[in-house]
């Protein structure tokens, strides 16, 4: 499977984003899901996960100002970015696996290019 993030942009703290990741080549209906960030300076670290049933699992410096959703009709999943804040500036990556959820960026063997979000204050 081949993965594509997008919706990345500059915006205002409090504001929202929705980022993409829309997936060719296979059905992303079979994988877990999820997305993973990297601000400057910093780790790779994990930000939310969504299973084949559509359970999610979050960070929990996000956990309820992100959403992730899937829909498999149109082989994309999404993250809904609301009340952004300047500590999540950072290149957001999209990932897969077709077990189950793991919080590790290196357990995830099909990546997205990364899209840049930039939050003002």
């Known amino acids: 499977v081949q993965l594509q993030a997008s919706g990345g942009g500059l915006v205002q703290a409090g504001g929202s984003l929705r980022l993409s990741c829309a997936a060719s080549g296979r059905s992303l209906s079979i994988y877990t899901v999820a997305w993973f960030r990297q601000a400057p300076g910093k780790e790779r670290e994990f930000v939310a996960a969504?299973?084949?049933?559509?359970?999610?699992v979050y960070e929990d410096s996000v956990k309820d100002r992100f959403t992730i959703s899937r829909d498999d009709a149109k082989n994309t999943v999404y993250l809904q970015m609301n009340s952004l804040k300047h500590e999540d500036l950072a290149v957001y990556y999209c990932a897969a696996r077709l077990v189950s959820v793991s919080s590790t960026s290196s357990d995830y063997p099909y990546w997205g290019q990364g899209t840049q979000v930039t939050v003002s204050s």
């Open positions: 969504i299973r084949l049933g559509g359970s999610t």
